[in-house]
């Protein structure tokens, strides 16, 4: 087979040209989500700088990172500037944008009043600059979502005089997080925020749409993304100081992080998820905020802070949307039950419990890691369908599937990339350039006959590479890892009862084990060859 370069990932399942755009469309999943990724891409003059964004709000281009790294070849120069421009106090700035637009942070008048998104300090305006930056006051998630870009960039670039430079930035924006007032109750031991919907920029007053600073009657309550998020990003923390050679540091991170985690799942937890919000400032929105589950569920899937048994247990309430509600996209609304009415936005308006396709990626990533690959393989075939049959990928549906648009679409095809590459194709990067991965093909899942995966790092070449096939009828698996690593580890999702496995790697029997995740068999090779190919033969 000739080299191919570039990312992507091919199946073989597909029947017809035609009717595979519909029927089929994990072949068709890659490209079209590049296309949502590349529909929010733009290149901003900031001063003498080139300065690239999608999109220019660092949370939505984090999120979309776990998709462009393998397309974009400058993924650095957005948070750099933000990295750069550190407030003395430990805080990021959030957003660029032109001064003329309200989110720039500049002060404007309408009507005779002056009207300024966040407090003076929040804002920074550059002379001979045409943007500004701005930090939503009211955000409580730009510092762990920094350490995730971080962490992501330096995967993808391998430089690590960069890493050595901004781990003290990211490493002061956590301890504004754990340590300011504005943004910490002690009470608890928890980041807090004023009440908004999930991770959301804004209140419950009428005038946030024009002030998102914090009030002093503003009512606070703890987030529970906040705290899975900060959790996660100091794993990642002790992870990049480990591979640094700084140990005590790493070991700090690891031992704040499980106190941390204790108090989340002390007062957040509640036996099936996690509660929307625990409330600080005691305000009646009209629902059972202990029993009221939202989006950043399905992130939390995904941090490392879950056991299987409890990733089931959030799982099975997604899935329990769709069997109350019998919608094709029902199981990926974004705030269940939603509140009667939140900034005049009634049951199923915008992030009041509509239809997320970013939801369905995480929850599609956490299925694959947790024994639910059929239901995994499900999300993504039917959000391909939905994509394939409006000829785009919406930001937000309404309960009929209707596009009611609000927000980036590149987002949602970064999202549903990531779950397609790092939960179907199995590829994780353990440290950085793919020098040390894993490998965890669940094409078994989808009963594809054959599959070609390729994942590159656009911004240094580094490349992943493996080609599948699968003989159903006769009980036959094959692998072949076409790229060289230091270290891979093969994880074969086999086929539901497949008995007795087999394993010859270049003609010769080869040590392996099985491992089970739920009722999951994976086959699984701690070292395996660069350039070698595996046979697995079952019954």
């Known amino acids: 087979m000739s080299p191919l370069k570039g990312s992507f990932i091919a199946t073989g399942n597909i029947p017809q040209a035609y009717t595979a755009y519909h029927d089929e469309p994990l072949s068709l999943l890659f490209g079209m989500c590049h296309g ?8 901003f003059l900031y001063g003498d700088r080139l300065i690239r ?13 776990k998709g462009f790294r393998y397309t974009a070849p400058d993924i650095v120069s957005f948070p750099d500037l933000l990295l750069e421009k550190q407030h003395e106090k430990g805080f990021f700035y959030e957003i660029i944008a032109p001064i003329t637009d309200l989110h720039s942070g500049c002060p404007r008048k309408e009507n005779g009043v002056t009207l300024q998104l966040s407090r003076p300090e929040c804002c920074l305006h550059e002379p001979g600059t045409d943007f500004g930056l701005c930090r939503l006051e009211l955000e409580a998630d730009i510092e762990y979502l920094m350490v995730e870009a971080v962490h992501m960039i330096w995967q993808a670039t391998g430089d690590d005089g960069w890493l050595r430079r901004n ?10 997080i754990m340590t300011d007032p504005l943004r910490w109750d002690a009470a608890h031991g928890l980041a807090k925020r004023p009440r908004t919907l999930d991770t959301w920029d804004f209140l419950d007053r009428a005038d946030s749409s024009t002030d998102r600073a914090i009030r002093p009657d503003d009512p606070m309550g703890i987030f529970h993304g906040d705290n899975t998020g900060l959790y996660n990003a100091m794993l990642l923390m002790a992870k990049m100081y480990r591979y640094l050679g700084d140990e005590r540091s790493a070991a700090r991170h690891e031992e704040e992080a499980a106190s941390l ?14 509660r929307h919000f625990l409330p600080l400032d005691k305000v009646d929105y009209g629902v059972d905020e202990t029993r009221q589950m939202s989006l950043s569920n399905a992130y939390a899937l995904n941090r490392n802070i879950l056991t299987l048994e409890q990733r089931k247990r959030v799982i099975a309430s997604y899935r329990a949307m769709r069997t109350k509600y019998r919608g094709e ?8 039950p939603p509140y009667p ?26 299925a694959f890691e947790s024994g639910e690959e059929r239901y995994g393989v499900d999300i993504l075939k039917r959000m391909g369908r939905k994509i394939s049959r409006d000829g785009k990928v919406a930001f937000l549906y309404n309960w009929r599937g209707e596009d009611i648009g609000g927000g980036p679409r590149c987002w949602c ?6 779950a397609e590459c790092a939960g179907l194709a199995g590829v994780v990067d353990n440290e950085k350039l793919f020098r040390c991965v894993t490998l965890s093909p669940r094409f078994t899942a989808a009963e594809e006959p054959k599959a070609h995966v390729r994942l590159e790092y656009a911004a240094s070449g580094a490349a992943v590479e493996y080609h599948f096939t699968a003989d159903y009828e006769v009980g036959r698996l094959t692998f072949e890892l076409r790229s060289q690593h230091e270290r891979a580890t093969l994880r074969m999702l086999l086929p539901e009862n497949a008995a007795a496995p087999e394993l010859q790697i270049d003609g010769r029997p080869f040590a392996c084990r099985l491992d089970q995740t739920a009722g999951s068999v994976y086959l699984t090779v701690d070292n395996f060859p660069s350039g070698g190919r595996a046979e697995i033969r079952y019954r």
Not at 36 to 43: D, I, P
Not at 167 to 174: C, N, Q, S, T
Not at 261 to 274: P, V
């Open 167 to 176: 781990l003290p930035r990211i490493e002061k924006g956590l301890h504004y």
């Open 341 to 366: 009415c939140f900034k005049g936005m009634k049951a199923g308006d915008y992030v009041n419990g509509a239809i997320a396709p970013f939801v369905a990626g995480q929850l599609a990533l956490g």
């Open 329 to 336: 996209l029902d199981d990926f609304r974004n705030l269940e």
């Open 261 to 274: 985690r204790e108090r989340i799942m002390k007062y957040l937890w509640n036996g099936d998820f996690f």
């Open 413 to 418: 095809g970064a999202e549903l990339m990531h």
């Open 53 to 65: 964004v999608n999109l220019n709000w660092i949370r939505d281009y984090v999120l979309t990172l």
């Open 36 to 43: 949502a990724m590349e529909f929010n891409n733009r290149v």
